[in-house]
């Protein structure tokens, strides 16, 4: 007796899926006890495309499901961070990408440099921190503050400049990271020097009788002080904070001979000196 058998082939249904689809890990993770887990689900044999940068910890090639690790092979001292695509391919064409990134230790300060006039008053540089390590911030000078003093992420800081009586000065504001490896930036501040004091007029002549005379002060706002004059006569008002003017007075003179001197000043970031005399 014959028979007969219908056969329906069923082609196999081949699978493959990773978990997760994406991994990071920090600047100065690059080793394989850094490594971060990746779990392959499949029913088929596959192999792992690694790109470069990146190392795994086992081989390229296998079947069926499994586990492995993935890790930078080195410290990212650079600016940007590093990014590549692990692509994991069955034997029947299809694949699955896992994305990967090492974070870079970003950190930047804007301006590199604040000018600011005598006056002083209230600046700001920007922080850039996008991968969120921290930062501290620091100034070495009392005239120069800035808040906040710490902070993560992108901020603005607040930079408070006194007002300057004297000559020029300078100050260093510092930035740091707060993971502790030494990365330091700077923004140099340049206060300029108050304007110094001058007299006007050049000079003055009192009348042999004697008689009164005003000396106009020009220039500074923050401070002055008249520091020397002629034994011969008398200053009134000889320190302040504006420009009002001195008065000055001179008694008779009963001598023979014409008297000389000089009335010296000094404020902001400077001096000057006016001649006296008398007939």
């Excluded at 028979?3 to 890990?25: C, F, G, H, I, Q």
């Excluded at 300060?109 to 000018?115: A, G, Q, V, Y």
Aim: net charge negative; hydrophobic share 30%.
């Amino acid at each position: 007796t014959d028979y007969t058998m219908d056969v329906t082939l069923v082609a196999a249904t081949y699978t493959l899926s990773v978990s997760p689809t994406s991994r990071e890990v920090d600047y100065d993770e690059y080793s394989s006890s850094d490594g971060k887990s990746i779990s392959i689900t499949s029913n088929q044999s596959w192999t792992i495309s690694v790109p470069t940068g990146f190392a795994i910890s086992r081989s390229t090639s296998g079947s069926g499901n499994a586990t492995f690790n993935v890790y930078p092979t080195s410290y990212n001292s650079g600016t940007t961070n590093k990014t590549g695509t692990l692509t994991i391919t069955g034997n029947d064409s299809q694949f699955v990408n896992v994305q990967l990134t090492q974070k870079a230790l970003i950190l930047t300060i804007d301006p590199t440099e604040l000018n600011v006039s005598a006056s002083g008053g209230s600046y700001s540089v920007s922080v850039g921190d996008p991968n969120n390590y921290g930062w501290t911030i620091s100034s070495n000078q009392s005239w120069c503050s800035v808040e906040p003093s710490s902070g993560t992420g992108n901020a603005t800081v607040a930079v408070g400049i006194g007002t300057n009586t004297s000559s020029s000065r300078s100050a260093t504001i510092t930035l740091a990271s707060s993971t502790g490896d030494g990365t330091n930036l700077t923004c140099s501040v340049a206060q300029s020097a108050a304007q110094a004091i001058t007299f006007s007029p050049s000079s003055v002549s009192f009348a042999g009788t004697g008689s009164e005379e005003v000396i106009g002060i020009n220039g500074t706002f923050y401070g002055w002080e008249v520091t020397s004059w002629p034994n011969w006569c008398t200053c009134e008002m000889t320190t302040g904070e504006s420009n009002n003017p001195i008065l000055i007075e001179a008694g008779a003179n009963t001598g023979s001979t014409k008297k000389n001197g000089n009335l010296v000043g000094e404020g902001g970031g400077g001096g000057d000196q006016i001649h006296l005399s008398q007939i």
